[in-house]
């Protein structure tokens, strides 16, 4: 048996109940030294995500990315366009990587997601002009374009999907958003059917965000301390994500779905994110392995990925059939006091905040790195 066999045994488990597993992370070194095309063809990996803290990240010490910091210096240009050309150039080159697995899969997988940027969040019509502008810089058909789950970015999805861009709806914590996110994605189904663009070749994904959700409520059951509240801790976030899935499944179940479902028109997915366990108390591959139900995405930082792949057990499905246990789970904690509404809008608050922190650090070290070497070329 050869070393990928042996690892990728659960991973391929996973693929085979009908989770896609995406890679939660980018950079021009996974692209250059040939470990993305590693991983599609070990690990089982059929996709990417990106947001501002990943590239901040990965451009933020400028390793790999010298010689376009110097084309880019030579030639002025601002620092937005800097790091948009740098982004985009990775997102092109990483879903060029995938494109075998995009035209296997009939676009559902092979694809490469990219964020608007971070400050637009509440702004709908920035946004909608942002993501235009992205899927033509990326200018690839696997590519998807992420918007938050906002107030202002709801208008924002229905717009995109309408005009034909696949959207990656992101920061998505709350039921109730969860909801009007897949909303939004009917109705940019249904003003892209009237313009007369073909929904089949439309994808979009609902990225649920999981690891915060216990992160958050598990601080404020440890600040009670009572037996109850300490039994609790690790249930939020799996009950908050099953009672999701279980609102996917009416949805896209439902009259309005139907009609739209005959015109060959894809399902919007639920993709679990902020998989990566933040408590060591925990396994940790807890929220692959407890979030296991067909037509999901995983998307996973690595080392979520390789844990999975080293002694991930995976089951069957783990997700439906749970939802009556779920709702226990969040009343109890609502029981105690916490407010589930007052959580999920912090949390939401709270990311929209440190993608534009992450992306103004980005902005930061490449300003920095511009004016450097136009003084060094002078």
Do not use: C
């Amino acid at each position: 048996m050869t070393e990928a066999s042996a690892t990728a045994g659960a991973l391929k488990r996973l693929s085979d109940e009908g989770v896609s597993i995406w890679l939660d992370d980018l950079s021009r070194g996974r692209i250059t030294s040939g470990n993305l095309a590693e991983l599609i063809a070990t690990k089982n990996v059929v996709g990417v995500t990106t947001n501002p803290s990943i590239f901040q990240a990965a451009i933020g010490s400028g390793e790999g990315y010298e010689e376009q910091l110097a084309d880019l210096a030579v030639r002025g240009v601002t620092v937005d366009e800097a790091v948009r050309m740098m982004t985009t150039a990775d997102v092109r080159a990483a879903a060029d990587i995938l494109r075998p697995v995009y035209d296997t899969t009939g676009g559902r997988d092979g694809r490469v997601s990219i964020e608007v940027d971070p400050r637009l969040a509440h702004h709908t019509a920035a946004t909608i002009a942002e993501a235009r502008q992205l899927a033509w810089l990326v200018d690839r058909p696997n590519v998807m374009i992420k918007i938050p789950a906002t107030k202002a970015g709801l208008p924002a999805i229905t717009e995109v999907i309408g005009a034909g861009i696949s959207v990656n709806v992101t920061l998505i914590f709350s039921l109730e958003r969860y909801r009007e996110v897949m909303d939004a994605y009917l109705a940019g189904l249904e003003k892209a059917q009237a313009a007369g663009i073909e929904p089949a070749g439309i994808h979009s994904v609902a990225s649920f965000f999981v690891s915060r959700v216990d992160t958050e409520i598990d601080k404020r059951l440890s600040v009670l301390g009572t037996d109850e509240a300490l039994a609790l801790k690790g249930r939020a976030a799996l009950a908050n994500a099953r009672l999701a899935y279980e609102a996917y499944e009416e949805v896209f179940s439902g009259d309005r779905w139907t009609a739209l479902a005959g015109s060959r028109a894809n399902k919007q997915r639920p993709l679990w994110a902020s998989t990566g366990v933040k408590d060591p108390a925990y396994k940790d591959t807890l929220y692959v392995e407890d979030l296991v139900a067909p037509g999901t995405v995983n998307t996973m930082p690595e080392a979520t990925l390789n844990a999975t792949a080293d002694h991930g057990n995976i089951h069957g499905d783990t997700v439906s059939g749970g939802y009556a246990q779920a709702r226990a789970d969040l009343a109890a904690v609502e029981r105690l006091g916490i407010s589930y509404d007052e959580v999920v809008r912090q949390l939401e608050d709270e990311g929209v905040a440190k993608f534009e922190v992450a992306w103004q650090e980005l902005l930061d070290a490449v300003t920095k790195s511009l004016t450097g070497k136009g003084v060094d070329g002078e």
